[in-house]
Nanobody
Framework: QVQLVESGGGSVQAGGSLRLSCIGS????????MAWFRQAPGKEREGVAA???????SYIPSAEGRFTISKDTAKNILYLQMNNLTPEDTGMYYC??????????????????????WGQGTQVTVSS
């Protein structure tokens, strides 16, 4: 069973950048489809970016061109590079993992129920 620990969150001004990291243990992240979800106060958790076992990616439209999800399989780390941040990107960011079992990565990104393994989250706050 894989364990996930996120880091890299913080407070930045609009237009700034952050890189989130999710370190995996107890399993090889290369073997999993993985995603970054975020949850803002009073809002539902939403999938921001996802990557499958073969490196195919999916992004929420508001993140296209600004965020990049990637895996470092040698270090067993999932990253989310976030550029040109806006206040709407504020929220708790969670790393998630599971086997895709035939589901497309775009489908998985839209539904948190596809993922069984979750980290504890890291807070991102963007001020205007």
């Amino acid at each position: 069973q894989v364990q996930l620990v996120e880091s890299g969150g913080g407070s930045v001004q609009a237009g700034g950048s952050l890189r989130l990291s999710c370190i995996g243990s107890g399993g090889t992240l290369r073997d999993y489809a993985m995603a970054w979800f975020r949850q803002a106060p009073g809002k539902e958790r939403e999938g921001v970016a996802a990557i499958d076992e073969d490196g195919r990616t999916s992004y929420i439209p508001s993140a296209e061109g600004r965020f990049t999800i990637s895996k470092d399989t040698a270090k067993n780390i999932l990253y989310l590079q976030m550029n040109n941040l806006t206040p709407e990107d504020t929220g708790m960011y969670y790393c998630a993992a599971d086997f895709s079992l035939g589901a497309t990565i775009a489908t998985m990104r839209r539904r948190s129920s596809f993922f069984s393994y979750w980290g504890q989250g890291t807070q991102v706050t963007v001020s205007s």
